[in-house]
């Protein structure tokens, strides 16, 4: 038979032995910082019906959707894990205490032609909370993921980040250029957030598109843009009129998060606006100080997602976080760590006639909770030895004919090399 | 907007937080287990090129997959794990260090038709040994799997393992009705694992089909099931000449079975061969002693996939142990517990005017490494206490306008009913 492709499609990864320990030791992050944060978690299957995340923004997201139609359903792979989550809640939205502080660590997929070393599969770690309209809510999922770029090694000056709020540009904006056509945000939303990809002019050109979903006169096109170039909170309160709601709640959570000890992690940044349409309120990235890399996470409020879904009206607010970016961001910076397999002993039996020996040995060993690894084949003393040195173990249990016919095993402690006899049936 | 599907595709499930606990309850005895028998986690794409799992061999596994095709790639969603690990070993087969141990908690999926409540997807742990040909490795894993079953609660009186050889039956054929067709071997296993769930009479139409191919003749059809109901090694091993290589690995394996203390675990069993095309020797299942579920879990040696996938020879071992039966079995008995949420604090703010002082104490109860839940809006004191005991929570601590004033935090023990005050700045 000819060989079969020895590589996992493109754009997705195998998981060897050293990548998964880096994997799972990433996840272990993920999980304890939930786990103090009194997240729950939660899961829903890779597959999904695809309506469950088609919108009509023109969104990247959708355009790369992973779909395919098989027995006569349009299924696709979730390409993020907020609309299952959606659909959990609202599967039993009358059954759920509210609110819920909910977490996934999840791989969505998307299909988009390889460019720059991009990935068609990323793992993500999502936090939600559903139920509290208020910015408590925003602060508590932003000291999260502080904590866990403290627990990184990441400072301040590693990582910052950077919020604004949606319904603050919606207020701006609908005081005067969106004033008659308030559909026209999401989908104008969608394509601001391109302005640090694309650039002003290609965005200012997509705003005007005749055949676009925003249309706008080239004038207010332009004084979108410079919405986005205001230089502070209390500059953006300005262009709003006093009381505004938006700004209200921003202070607020720049407060809650003065608090929890984050002055210096987060910065108000009005060209923030996220890429998704659903995103109605705050709206945060993470980003390295160097702003060599794409954003490190991502997040926002969300308040109208379960509507569109047709279902109830319940607020939520979360954040995405990926495992590729990150990873780049530790190893740039020295911090990514070599897992190191750790196993206790080796249990190596010179030859059949020792094997028996040998694995009531090990299962001993292991009863008392140890990692044992227990030679399988005929192998050379020396090279047993080579191997359990490689594979990080503390002791090497030798059986030989002398040692079985004396009811020992040869017991050598790998890191100061010491030996002595111990009993095979205690 | 018209409502979405609620359900995940038909087959496939959510895990919510219940469910999820119990799911990685479950995931984390397989894991430490796995750790126990010093065997290293892999993963791969759920997504792979569909060639990797289609053969020739008329399994139903082949027959139920997932596939699609994308931008003219013939995908499919993994139906199981061992094609994947075949092909990481193969990409890597100069460079790795032989024997592997490697295990993969991983999500399989098969599309059926739905019938008695049969899945789309499930879980699989997944053991395998590479690179050594002896039947030490057989009986370390089998050793693994009876650990695992121990550690659930289930004893040699509630699963059996039921073990036989491929090697041996095909020792058998192939000295008679196979003499001059050894291709057929194969795809007759494939039929004849379907003996216990379609019956004699079905299994001699499809081995006798002139379509089919198998093609036996009536007479050696017959003689094959009938092969089947041997009862034992000693009269197995008389239909064979003397020496059988087949013979004398089924005696070393049971030998090194009883080494491990699990002469009462394992039985040897004529009529197991296992539905998979690849494997070449032991095969195995484990069953639950009431015979009322489907097998708990199975597995086997397949030395020749790597060179049927285009690489180069190595012998292997291995088993898959799905997460759905275990649990079936696990709440027939009463054995599946019921994993309570477990966090320790909750920190509730009586207003907005306490919440600063409540997130200081959240932040630093977190940092002693507390799962902490904050309550995050206004919530009655009645409601907030019964949340937490719900919750499983062992202390709650107020901080009202008298306490804030106070500079303190009001804590209640909530297993005793104790309360003190501790201050907020220690």
Redesign the interface.
């Known amino acids: ?9 493109r754009g ?6 050293e990548d ?2 880096r ?2 030791w990433l996840f272990d992050q993920f999980r304890e910082v939930a ?4 997240f ?10 695809a ?2 995340f088609t919108r009509k923004a023109g969104e990247e997201i959708v355009e790369q959707l ?1 779909h ?4 006569d ?1 349009h ?1 696709a ?1 979730r390409p993020e894990m907020t609309p ?1 989550i959606a ?2 809640v ?3 939205a009358g059954a759920l ?1 509210l ?1 819920l ?2 977490f996934a660590i999840t ?1 969505n ?1 998307r ?1 988009e032609r390889m460019t720059r070393g991009r990935r068609r ?1 990323h793992y993500q770690w999502n936090m939600d ?1 559903w ?4 910015v ?2 925003e ?2 999922l932003i ?1 999260a993921i502080c ?1 866990l770029l403290g627990r990184l090694g990441l400072g301040p000056g590693d990582v910052k980040i950077r919020l604004s709020s949606r319904a603050l540009l919606e207020e701006v904006l609908r005081a005067d250029v969106l004033r008659d056509r308030p559909e026209a945000f999401a989908p104008l939303c969608v394509v601001i957030d391109k302005l640090g990809k694309i650039g002003e002019e290609a965005v200012v050109d997509l705003l005007t598109d005749p055949a676009g979903a925003v249309r706008l006169a080239p004038g207010a096109a332009r004084g979108v843009v410079a919405a986005l170039g205001v230089r502070s909170l209390d500059e953006a309160a300005q262009r709003v009129p006093a009381g505004s709601a938006a700004v209200d709640d921003l202070r607020r959570l720049f ?2 998060l003065a ?3 984050l002055e210096d992690r987060v910065v108000f940044d009005a060209s923030i606006v996220r890429g998704l349409a659903y995103y109605t309120g705050t709206v945060f990235e993470a980003f390295d100080a160097g702003g060599t890399l794409r954003a490190v996470c991502g997040g926002g409020r969300y308040d109208r997602l379960l509507e ?4 109830p009206s319940i607020p939520a607010v979360g954040f995405g976080f990926g495992d590729v970016v990150i990873q780049e961001l530790l190893a740039d910076k020295g911090l990514l760590p070599d897992v190191a ?1 750790a ?1 206790d002993d080796v249990v190596y039996p010179f030859g059949d006639a020792e ?3 040998a ?2 040995l090990a ?1 001993r060993l ?1 009863a008392e ?6 030679v ?2 005929s192998v050379k003393p020396r090279r047993a030895l080579a ?1 359990a040195d ?2 990080g173990a503390q002791r090497v249990f030798l059986i030989g004919p002398d040692e079985a016919a004396r009811g020992v095993a040869r017991v050598r402690e790998l890191a100061g090399g010491a030996e002595r006899d111990e009993p095979l049936d205690p």
């Open positions: 038979m000819s060989k079969v492709e020895l590589q996992p499609p997705t990864r195998d998981f060897y032995p998964l320990r994997r799972a786990r103090r944060f009194a729950e978690e939660v899961d829903a299957p890779v597959v999904e019906h309506e469950l992973y395919f139609t098989l027995h359903r299924l792979l299952s659909r959990m609202m599967a039993r205490r609110p502080r909910w791989q997929w299909y599969e909370v139920g509290e309209p208020g408590a809510a602060a508590e000291a904590t407060e809650l608090a929890y000890g569109t879904l047709g279902g397999r196993i094997r028996p020996a694995l009531r299962t292991r909770g140890r990692s044992v690894d227990l399988l084949g191997d490689r594979a």
